[in-house]
T-cell receptor
Framework: GAVVSQHPSWVICKSGTSVKIECRSL??????MFWYRQFPKQSLMLMAT?????????EQGVEKDKFLINHASLTLSTLTVTSAHPEDSSFYIC????????????FGQGTRLTVV | SQQGEEDPQALSIQEGENATMNCSYK?????LQWYRQNSGRGLVHLILIRSNEREKHSGRLRVTLDTSKKSSSLLITASRAADTASYFCATARLTGNQFYFGTGTSLTVIP
């Protein structure tokens, strides 16, 4: 299957700092990528849909200014957690689909963010 | 969850037994997919079933879909200890490109 690479795998940062997470589709072009957040022992919550060359679409309740998404190319989307706080500590996962419709989604390995 | 519920939330079985997990969703869908997640790791795609399909098989996996009831089931036959993981259903809606997950089932297979 297609490969989606996420970096870093884990990161620890201080409160008030910003953290950038990268999501790359290695062997295919992804016009759309998705960012999810997962708390321990819970499901994945879709945060936003990242569209190449345009603004991301955020789910209800997700702060746009808090979670900045940039999808500058067909193979790279980034999520920046700005002014991170301990409550932002979570597992962040990106995914990409080859196209719309009846296709599976491919997921990155996830990024464990811990804000201290 | 954003899309639906899964039951049971947790399931513990002996190796060799079958495991059945159910997923219900809220909106009309394009397709439904099942994923597996080992603790603290990314997701692995298991199987996709389209809205016009009712049943699909892949190895020891059997998935059913009932669009009238907005529900799906995942059956793992002859379970192995290595099947221990969390299993999530995810749906692609008819409109938009979003992809939403159910609450998940934590499966433990006891050797």
């Amino acid at each position: 299957g297609a490969v989606v690479s996420q970096h870093p795998s884990w990161v620890i940062c201080k409160s008030g700092t910003s953290v950038k997470i990268e999501c790359r589709s290695l062997d295919f072009q992804a016009t759309t990528m998705f960012w999810y957040r997962q708390f321990p022992k819970q499901s994945l919550m879709l945060m936003a849909t990242s569209n190449e060359g345009s603004k991301a679409t955020y789910e209800q309740g997700v702060e746009k200014d808090k979670f900045l998404i940039n999808h500058a190319s067909l193979t790279l989307s980034t999520l920046t957690v700005t002014s991170a706080h301990p409550e932002d500590s979570s597992f962040y996962i990106c995914s990409a689909r080859l196209s719309t419709g009846n296709t599976e989604a491919f997921f990155g390995q996830g990024t464990r963010l811990t804000v201290v | 969850s954003q899309q639906g519920e899964e039951d049971p939330q947790a399931l513990s079985i002996q190796e060799g037994e079958n495991a059945t997990m159910n997923c219900s969703y809220k909106t009309s869908i394009n397709n439904l997919q099942w994923y597996r997640q080992n603790s603290g790791r990314g997701l692995v795609h298991l199987i996709l079933i389209r809205s016009n399909e009712r049943e699909k098989h892949s190895g020891r996996l059997r998935v059913t879909l009932d669009t009238s009831k907005k529900s799906s089931s995942l059956l793992i036959t002859a379970s192995r200890a290595a099947d221990t993981a969390s299993y999530f259903c995810a749906t692609a809606r008819l409109t938009g490109n979003q992809f939403y997950f159910g609450t998940g089932t934590s499966l433990t297979v006891i050797p």
